[in-house]
Protein backbone atom coordinates (compact mmCIF):
# COMPACT_ATOMS: atom_id res chain seq x y z
CA UNK A 1 0.00 0.00 0.00
CA UNK A 2 1.43 3.72 -0.44
CA UNK A 3 0.74 6.45 2.16
CA UNK A 4 -0.09 9.44 0.30
CA UNK A 5 0.54 13.07 2.25
CA UNK A 6 -1.29 15.93 0.75
CA UNK A 7 0.66 18.90 1.31
CA UNK A 8 0.84 22.64 1.00
CA UNK A 9 3.82 25.45 0.81
CA UNK A 10 2.24 28.09 3.10
CA UNK A 11 4.59 28.52 5.93
CA UNK A 12 1.26 28.29 8.86
CA UNK A 13 1.49 24.44 8.02
CA UNK A 14 4.86 23.36 6.91
CA UNK A 15 6.45 22.33 10.41
CA UNK A 16 3.53 19.74 10.63
CA UNK A 17 3.95 18.73 7.32
CA UNK A 18 7.99 18.18 8.10
CA UNK A 19 6.75 16.82 11.76
CA UNK A 20 4.99 13.83 9.60
CA UNK A 21 7.64 13.12 6.79
CA UNK A 22 10.32 13.48 9.14
CA UNK A 23 8.51 10.04 11.16
CA UNK A 24 7.70 8.72 8.11
CA UNK A 25 11.47 8.74 6.67
CA UNK A 26 12.61 7.94 9.54
CA UNK A 27 11.02 4.69 10.06
CA UNK A 28 11.45 4.23 6.46
CA UNK A 29 7.89 3.81 5.75
CA UNK A 30 7.13 4.67 2.34
CA UNK A 31 5.09 7.50 1.11
CA UNK A 32 4.12 9.81 -1.75
CA UNK A 33 3.95 13.19 -1.58
CA UNK A 34 1.35 15.23 -3.08
CA UNK A 35 1.34 18.78 -3.44
CA UNK A 36 -1.94 20.27 -3.39
CA UNK A 37 -0.69 23.60 -3.80
CA UNK A 38 0.82 23.41 -7.01
CA UNK A 39 -1.16 20.75 -8.24
CA UNK A 40 -4.84 21.14 -8.80
CA UNK A 41 -5.70 18.01 -9.39
CA UNK A 42 -4.43 16.91 -5.97
CA UNK A 43 -6.51 19.76 -4.36
CA UNK A 44 -9.76 18.53 -5.96
CA UNK A 45 -8.49 14.71 -5.12
CA UNK A 46 -7.92 15.99 -1.53
CA UNK A 47 -11.57 18.13 -1.02
CA UNK A 48 -13.67 14.92 -2.80
CA UNK A 49 -12.05 12.01 -0.30
CA UNK A 50 -11.57 14.12 2.84
CA UNK A 51 -14.78 11.97 4.32
CA UNK A 52 -17.84 15.10 5.12
CA UNK A 53 -17.26 14.49 9.16
CA UNK A 54 -13.48 15.49 8.75
CA UNK A 55 -14.30 18.29 7.29
CA UNK A 56 -13.91 22.06 9.10
CA UNK A 57 -17.45 23.47 9.15
CA UNK A 58 -16.40 26.37 7.10
CA UNK A 59 -14.03 26.13 4.22
CA UNK A 60 -11.62 23.45 2.95
CA UNK A 61 -9.62 20.73 5.29
CA UNK A 62 -6.03 21.84 5.05
CA UNK A 63 -2.98 19.81 4.82
CA UNK A 64 -1.58 17.43 6.02
CA UNK A 65 -4.08 14.90 5.23
CA UNK A 66 -3.18 11.29 4.82
CA UNK A 67 -4.59 8.64 3.21
CA UNK A 68 -3.35 4.88 2.56
CA UNK A 69 -4.54 4.81 -1.18
CA UNK A 70 -7.89 6.20 -1.37
CA UNK A 71 -8.51 5.30 2.27
CA UNK A 72 -8.65 8.57 4.59
CA UNK A 73 -6.42 8.13 7.69
CA UNK A 74 -6.55 11.57 8.99
CA UNK A 75 -4.99 14.98 9.47
CA UNK A 76 -2.13 16.27 11.39
CA UNK A 77 -3.60 16.07 14.78
CA UNK A 78 -5.10 12.47 14.58
CA UNK A 79 -1.32 12.12 13.26
CA UNK A 80 0.08 13.59 16.51
CA UNK A 81 -2.40 11.38 19.20
CA UNK A 82 -1.28 8.33 17.01
CA UNK A 83 2.64 9.08 17.52
CA UNK A 84 1.59 9.95 21.45
CA UNK A 85 -0.17 6.80 21.83
CA UNK A 86 2.72 4.44 19.71
CA UNK A 87 0.05 3.78 17.31
CA UNK A 88 1.21 5.37 14.21
CA UNK A 89 1.22 1.92 12.18
CA UNK A 90 -2.54 0.94 12.90
CA UNK A 91 -3.16 4.86 12.43
CA UNK A 92 -1.60 4.47 8.85
CA UNK A 93 -3.19 0.75 8.36
CA UNK A 94 -0.05 -0.36 7.77
CA UNK A 95 1.22 -3.53 10.01
CA UNK A 96 4.32 -2.66 12.20
CA UNK A 97 7.19 -4.62 11.18
CA UNK A 98 8.91 -7.04 14.10
CA UNK A 99 10.30 -5.27 17.29
CA UNK A 100 8.71 -1.94 16.08
CA UNK A 101 7.21 0.46 18.78
CA UNK A 102 4.91 2.83 17.00
Do not use: H
Not at 38 to 59: C, D, F, I, L, Q
Amino acid sequence: SCISLLVAGTSGIKKKQQDVLGFLEANKIGFEEKDIAANEENRKWMRENVPENSRPATGYPLPPQIFNESQYRGDYDAFFEARENNAVYAFLGLTAPPGSKV
